[in-house]
């Protein structure tokens, strides 16, 4: 009897065992990239896909899915460090299955350089999430979201690119609450793609933090009307008990 329980619990461990194995495939995400120099040919970026099996929705975070550390053949960055070329600054645009961009991340770089074998590019404390449309009240568009992220340092007439590479991401359907927690982009270019400095791009909380704004002073003050009642109302009925004192 003692034998067969034995067989029972090392079976359900190694079931247990391999249902968390199986489970960490599909979530932990790679943290290295290889990628090829930026020839200054946006259709030539490399397609890395960094996403797990399952879809996203609204408010997922595509951000960390994109930190890593970036890896260039060493040769090609050591010809484009020669042009003068440095991957100082980062943007990252995204886009929706409909090619329309949603999204604008101008930043500084992370950590970079030569080590033995290749040329590498830190990619951390990237802050995006998939947004929702008309500020939470519909489903972010269903399909491929593509992100676009390229490294450059600016030049006097045109910004030096220095590698790129290009995401895909499945989103799915999502849930009220994920859209009212997802956050609202709005993004708008004023003169087009090739002028400088004419992209704008904000950030918006999702529709439920914003209506704090309504309802977090409104709780607050119903909030003290009742304990102010309640304090009236107690010392009524400890006087009335106590004799009036």
Do not use: C
Request: proline share 3%.
């Amino acid at each position: 009897m003692k034998k067969v329980t034995k067989n029972k619990t090392f079976l359900f461990f190694i079931l247990g065992l391999t249902i968390l194995i199986l489970a960490m495939s599909s979530t932990v995400m790679a943290t290295d990239f290889y990628i090829t120099a930026d020839d200054d040919d946006d259709d030539d970026d490399d397609e890395v896909q960094t996403a797990s099996s399952a879809s996203l929705s609204a408010n997922s975070d595509i951000g960390r899915l994109l930190e890593g550390t970036y890896y260039v053949d060493k040769t090609e960055a050591s010809i484009l460090w020669g042009l003068g070329k440095r991957p100082e600054l980062v943007k990252i645009y995204l886009k929706n299955p409909a090619g329309e961009t949603k999204y604008k991340i101008d930043a500084e770089s992370g950590p970079y350089g030569f080590t033995d074998e290749y040329f590498a590019i830190q990619l951390k404390d990237v802050d995006l999430r998939i947004p929702a449309n008309s500020f939470g009240f519909s489903s972010p568009d269903m399909g491929a979201w593509r992100v676009e992220v390229t490294w450059y340092s600016e030049g006097w007439l045109s910004d030096n690119h220095f590698a790129g590479v290009t995401s895909s991401y499945i989103v799915g359907e999502s849930d009220l609450m994920d859209n009212l927690m997802a956050p609202n982009y709005i993004y708008m270019d004023m003169f087009g793609v090739f002028a400088s400095g004419d992209e704008i791009s904000i950030a918006l909380p999702g529709i439920f933090f914003l209506s704090m704004l309504i309802w977090v002073p409104a709780v607050s003050i119903g909030l003290l009307m009742y304990i102010k009642s309640s304090y009236k109302i107690g010392m009524h009925l400890f006087k009335r008990e106590s004799g009036g004192k």
